[in-house]
């Protein structure tokens, strides 16, 4: 089965500073996988995420992810965070139903 | 709205109540899921169903738990006999393409 661990539960960042959020995936021969958002007391949204083709994906806010398959990676990165970022991000990965990572707490500091 | 609704938005219970959520998923899809998100977690699958068949609910977490979707729209979740350990977050989502899931904005359950 497979499975993805997000390696870090909190990250504080300062504002304006860049950001990445670690996420590490059981290996399989294929794989699709997602970041996913959840601001406080709203649902999830999906961030962005990885099917097939270009190995770097990008959100409409500034987010990006790099699929790297030797490392069986998808880290999340922002260059400039804003106040606005914080929030819970979920690494998932699909296994005919979304398998979820436990999270990480993305705290902006001012 | 075009998105998938659930109801209630919240749910307080008292233990041993039986409870039932209700999720309205996008007109067009034909899977929708069920996961359980509790405090400082992240979803937890429960159970999908293709149209009307239940495809998986060996995840489901007890033989209290129980889902439908009976003509291939709507589902319900019900829970038997509340436990304090069912307080959660009840999480639907629906999909057209398998891989791209929309999620409701959840049910809060609160067992006393």
């Known amino acids: 089965a497979q499975s993805v661990t997000q390696l870090d539960s909190q990250v504080p960042v300062f504002e304006e500073a860049p950001v990445e959020l670690r996420c590490n995936y059981s290996?399989?021969?294929?794989?699709?996988l997602f970041w996913y958002v959840q601001y406080p007391n709203q649902g999830l949204q999906l961030l962005l995420k990885y099917l097939s083709g270009s190995t770097l994906v990008e959100s409409i806010n500034g987010f990006e992810a790099e699929f790297n398959k030797s490392q069986t990676s998808f880290h999340l990165r922002k260059p400039s965070v804003h106040i606005s970022d914080t929030a819970e991000y979920f690494c998932?990965?699909?296994?005919?139903?979304?398998?979820f990572g436990k999270g990480t707490r993305l705290h902006i500091l001012p | 709205d075009t998105g998938v609704s659930q109801n209630p938005r919240h749910k307080i219970t008292k233990r041993g109540q039986n409870v039932t959520f209700r999720c309205d998923p996008i007109?067009?899809?034909?899977?929708l899921y069920w996961y359980r998100q509790t405090l400082g977690q992240g979803p937890e699958f429960l159970t999908y169903?293709?149209?009307?068949?239940?495809?998986?609910k060996s995840r489901l977490l007890s033989d209290r738990f129980s889902a439908e979707r009976p003509k291939g729209s709507f589902s319900t979740l019900e829970i038997q006999r509340t436990e304090q350990g069912d307080s959660a977050m009840y999480l639907c989502a629906s999909s057209l393409f398998q891989a791209e899931q929309f999620f409701g904005p959840g049910t809060r359950l609160t067992v006393l």
């Open positions: 290996s399989s021969v294929s794989v699709y």
């Open positions: 998932a990965v699909w296994d005919d139903k979304i398998i």
């Open positions: 169903f293709q149209n009307e068949a239940q495809l998986e």
């Open positions: 007109s067009e899809h034909n899977r």
